[in-house]
């Protein structure tokens, strides 16, 4: 093995040494598989902000202004607004998929078999180039990004630019941050974390009892968090007010030291988002809370919802993503979660017919364009369904995922005991003509769009700037306080007030009495 890697070492120092061509190592490493003789090459991507050979103050001394420019949407087909089609954005970022040097390590299709139809992939996260406490990142990220399209290649860079979204998201040190505790710090610059996280007060004291349940992994109670002990503070921007915010780097970031010594928060990845511009990625970031927003008013209060008719997009996609479920003896629809956002929201349910074990998946999206919500929603289904659709010789599903609270979903819902996953019959369904059409002239405008609907709303619109310089991607993370995650977060607010201003249920529900089932992804 060394011996003949030494060799063809030896032959490329001599190429390098006769004056031949610029060496075939030149930014790249070379590896070769002794059992197949395959051979693969991996590219060896610059560091503009390297301390050693680069810049480093275009990460430490980067202005937190988000600087929004005028950029026409060319690619709206497929899952979001984007200002290049993804067979581009795929070919540009391409090489930073490795498993030795790669921020991706790799990249594979979720499906067992391509059925033309329904397409995922998978991507691996290379967090061990760049930090250097493993646990506390694997408390704050899953072990591996998706990616969902309607076709191959938009599914394919979707899960590669999320891994890159969370690689770019880890705390790594070099950021510009301010310690302070927010008893010091004037309250109308920081933003207390209470108001982006949302547990009630019975969560808080009964976290400890409630952490020890595997099947709450997702819905950890953290500490309360103190006002009194300093913590870094991450500068971002206000999008509404113009000006500049801190925001807590515990909070914003993947695996800050922070939550080492006070876990005030979980880290998690709502509101992050890459793009090709920083207009692409901040439009997708909010549209993800808006997303996640739709369905925590919904989800906890069990509220019936009406239906989207899937016919009025006269999409043929739709027709044949529809007929696939019913080879499969599925039923698939989507439901209307628009909020006083104005933003269209949907859900789309999928459920097993004709057996006792129903393997109900769903799958969420929102966006300005309607269309592009429902196909989102409908490729998100779609992601799932790798996990439930392989059956043993009796018909028994078998599991792709072993994860406590995911099986017990599978398992036991039954869509005769949960009305509120089907459409009312009470409510006509709606049309994509129940939608005012706006957004896709220019991404800065969208952008300014979303910020106007939120700040009729009372929220704030702020943005952290995430992006890498060596990665080629924009990579934000969106934060509206007030706004809600999906996860199990109980406190008053928005969950409570909005769905009845809604007209979705009648009255305010007792925090008792809401959905004793959590989002279980």
Request: proline letters at 7%.
């Amino acid at each position: 093995g060394p011996a003949v890697a030494g060799g063809l070492l030896a032959v490329e120092l001599a190429r390098i040494a006769a004056g031949a061509a610029a060496s075939r190592l030149e930014g790249r490493m070379t590896t070769v598989d002794l059992r197949t003789l395959g051979v693969m090459e991996h590219t060896l991507v610059r560091l503009p902000q390297c301390p050693a050979c680069g810049d480093p103050t275009l990460i430490g001394e980067r202005s937190p202004k988000v600087v929004l420019s005028s950029r026409s949407a060319r690619h709206v087909t497929d899952g979001g607004y984007r200002i290049e089609p993804p067979a581009r954005t795929y070919a540009r970022l391409e090489k930073h998929i490795s498993p030795l040097i790669g921020a991706v390590t790799r990249l594979h299709t979720f499906a067992e078999q391509d059925n033309g139809v329904t397409y995922s992939f998978t991507a691996g996260h290379n967090f061990a180039m760049i930090g250097d406490n493993m646990d506390l990142l694997r408390r704050n990220l899953r072990g591996q990004s998706g990616g969902k399209g309607r076709t191959e290649v938009q599914a394919r860079v979707s899960a590669l630019c999320e891994a890159i979204e969370r690689y770019s998201g880890v705390w790594r040190g070099e950021e510009p941050v301010t310690e302070a505790a927010y008893a010091d710090l004037d309250p109308a610059v920081a933003v207390h974390p209470e108001s982006l996280l949302h547990f009630s007060d019975s969560q808080y004291a009964g976290r400890e009892e409630w952490n020890k349940d595997p099947a709450h992994r997702l819905h950890l109670v953290p500490e309360r968090f103190r006002t009194d002990l300093p913590v870094d503070w991450s500068p971002a921007w206000s999008l509404t007010e113009e000006r500049e915010r801190l925001v807590p780097s515990g909070y914003a970031w993947y695996g800050h030291p922070d939550l080492e010594r006070h876990f005030y928060c979980v880290g998690d990845s709502n509101g992050n988002a890459s793009g090709n511009s920083v207009e692409e990625a901040v439009l997708q970031g909010f549209c993800e809370l808006v997303e996640r927003d739709a369905v925590a008013l919904w989800w906890y209060n069990r509220a019936r919802r009406p239906a989207f008719d899937l016919d009025s997009l006269r999409d043929p996609y739709v027709d044949t993503v529809r007929e696939f479920y019913r080879g499969m003896d599925r039923d698939l629809w989507l439901l209307d979660l628009t909020t006083d956002l104005g933003i269209p929201a949907f859900v789309g349910v999928s459920h097993r017919l004709g057996h006792p074990v129903e393997d109900v998946i769903v799958g969420f999206g929102a966006h300005l364009d309607p269309r592009v919500a429902a196909i989102r929603t409908l490729t998100e289904v779609n992601q799932f369904l790798p996990s439930v659709e392989r059956r043993d010789e009796q018909g028994n599903t078998l599991y792709l995922d072993d994860d406590v609270a995911t099986l017990a979903w599978w398992k036991e819902t039954r869509l005769a005991e949960e009305p509120w996953l089907v459409p009312d019959p009470a409510q006509r369904p709606r049309t994509l003509t129940d939608y005012a059409p706006s957004g896709g002239g220019d991404l800065a405008g969208d952008v300014e769009t979303c910020v106007a609907r939120a700040a009729a709303a009372g929220i704030e619109v702020i943005v952290l700037d995430q992006s890498r310089p060596d990665l080629e991607l924009s990579v934000v993370r969106v934060i509206a306080p007030g706004m809600r995650h999906f996860w199990r977060r109980l406190g008053p607010g928005r969950l409570y007030d909005v769905p009845v201003a809604l007209g979705w249920i009648p009255e305010p529900r007792a925090e008792d009495d809401l959905n004793p089932t959590s989002v279980f992804f």
